[in-house]
């Protein structure tokens, strides 16, 4: 089962409230995305600690019915 | 040896190891082979290991990492990240560095 750009968006907001997020469909087939996310949250905290946060939001579906998602984080004044 | 053990022993065996999808010269998936090319790119001699052969190694190493996807970067048993982080970090000039720093190239 493949995810709709509404529902990643939906569910990355549940954990990061003030996020704000563009995804992109990179091929048009509901399979392969790229998300620029900016909140807050990511201040202070390292690539990799920012970048898990995002996946945790995800709720395990990254790398199962989520095949790609490439993921780029900014944290925010 | 638990299939734990057997990660910590590559890592300890080999300072830069990238877990991936196929192997350096014919990765099975873009990701993997943007950062298998990176690495070509800069000279650095590492072991790719292929997560495809071996599917308790494919599930542990997420556990180890605590992260869900391949390719996974490891420099001097430190996670320095997936695709992405890599790709930033090399376009910012701060994977040279780091590299540098850890004493991997010149």
């Known amino acids: 089962m493949a995810l709709t750009i509404q529902e990643i968006e939906k ?5 990061i409230p003030d996020a704000i997020i563009q995804i992109k469909d990179l091929v048009g087939d509901n399979n392969h995305y790229s998300a620029k996310i900016c909140s807050k949250m990511f201040n202070d905290l390292s690539k990799i600690e920012q970048h898990k946060m995002v996946y945790k939001s995800l709720k395990g579906k990254m790398g199962n019915e989520l095949h790609a998602l490439s993921i780029t984080t900014e944290g925010k004044k | 040896m638990s299939t734990k053990d057997e990660i910590i022993k590559i890592l300890e065996n080999n300072d830069v190891c990238l877990f991936m999808k196929g192997t350096p010269d014919a990765p099975q998936c873009g990701f993997s082979m943007a950062v298998s ?3 070509k790119h800069l000279n650095v001699n590492f072991k790719g290991i292929n997560i495809l052969e071996d599917e308790n190694l494919r599930n542990e190493i997420k556990n180890f990492s605590d992260w869900p996807t391949i ?19 090399f376009e910012s000039g701060d994977l040279k560095k780091l590299l540098i720093e850890k004493k991997i190239i010149n």
């Open chain 1, 11 to 15: 569910l990355i907001k549940e954990s």
């Open chain 2, 37 to 39: 090319n990176t690495l």
């Open chain 2, 71 to 89: 390719p996974q970067l490891y420099v001097k048993k430190e996670f320095i990240g997936g695709c992405d982080i890599v790709k930033e970090l």
